[in-house]
Nanobody
């Protein structure tokens, strides 16, 4: 089992920056591919970014490419999402997720989920 806890979400003005963190506990963090998903009110959960177990492969949704950066620190069992040039449409609950196998952008392929952290971007 892997337990995931997100933090860092808050209210920020458009154009601002935030860094989200996801701390993992349980089994070996470095064995898992990790990802961020988000869900805005009234919308389905969507893929944001993913990173391989080694950190050498990353994927981004087109909507965040060039603005968000995903990274991980295995020594701290932590994954990050650095968000910049935030837009009101980035407002959502952000979830981290983990899976045993390779990196994926597909929500159903992730076995473990955090409880989410709220990001609100004001215009």
């Amino acid at each position: 089992q892997v337990q995931l806890v997100e933090s860092g979400g808050e209210l920020v003005q458009a154009g601002g920056s935030l860094r989200l963190s996801c701390v993992a506990s349980g089994r070996t963090f470095s064995s898992y591919a990790m990802a961020w998903f988000r869900q805005a009110p009234g919308k389905e959960r969507e893929f944001v970014a993913a990173i391989s177990w080694s950190g050498g492969i990353t994927y981004y949704a087109d909507s965040v490419k060039g603005r968000f950066t995903i990274s991980r620190d295995s020594a701290k069992n932590t994954m990050y999402l650095q968000m910049s040039s935030l837009k009101p449409e980035d407002t959502a609950i952000y979830y981290c997720a983990a899976r045993v196998r390779g990196v994926s952008a597909l929500m159903y392929e992730y076995n473990y989920w955090g409880q989410g952290t709220q990001v609100t971007v004001s215009s």
